[in-house]
């Protein structure tokens, strides 16, 4: 009993640790206080629109855009290290990758880290085999405004010509899609 209730703990926890909001629910411009519009408000991120292009570096310092997996469906992944909710979801991501990458399927995962030892730790741990980039600002990336990141994980899934077709689709649901857009 002590112990489902110290596991209990840890994971609240652990899950809590990554709702770490980063937008205000309000802000002040002239003294007008304005309300910022919800994160699915927004044109540029809606299901059905164009994913914005991402040029970040990969753990050898090479650039990859985003635009270049053009062609397959791809899973645009936010996501850190040190994100409890991130690692927890990385496995069914893996057995995903692995299912699908024949089929058309790839994934970009974009790291929210700061520490690149720990980051390349976390890609290793998880066998996490396709595209990483980072810049290694954590939350003062140029990929936060640009996709209005305001808590990770955060995931959109794009179509072979970058269209958003979902998002933050997880487990099943991330499963249920694929086989749906790629077959059994």
């Known amino acids: 009993m002590r112990l489902n ?17 980063r937008k205000e629910e309000n802000q002040t411009v002239n003294g007008t206080v304005t309300t910022l519009p919800e994160t699915s408000d927004i ?24 635009s270049s997996l053009r ?13 409890g909710p991130c690692r927890f ?3 069914n991501v893996v057995r995903l990758y692995q299912k699908y990458k024949d089929k058309g399927f790839d994934v970009y995962s974009v790291s929210l880290d700061s520490d690149k030892k720990k980051w390349l730790s ?36 794009l179509d072979k010509d970058g269209i958003i077709i979902a998002r933050d689709l997880r487990g099943d649901e991330l499963g249920k899609k694929l086989a749906e857009l790629l077959g059994k």
């Open 122 to 157: 976390a890609i290793e741990a998880d066998g996490m085999e396709w595209t990483h980039v980072s810049d290694l600002k954590k939350w003062e990336s140029s990929v936060i405004g640009l996709y209005h990141i305001d808590a990770i994980p955060m995931a959109f899934l």
């Open 5 to 21: 209730y110290l596991v209990s703990c840890f994971l609240l926890l652990t899950f809590a640790s990554c709702e770490v909001t």
């Open 43 to 66: 044109i540029g991120l809606k299901v059905g629109k164009q994913a914005p292009d991402i040029a970040l570096p990969d753990p050898d310092g090479n650039t990859k855009t985003l």
């Open 89 to 91: 979801e990385n496995p």
């Open 71 to 83: 062609g397959k469906y791809v899973l645009l992944d936010f996501w850190a290290g040190w994100c």
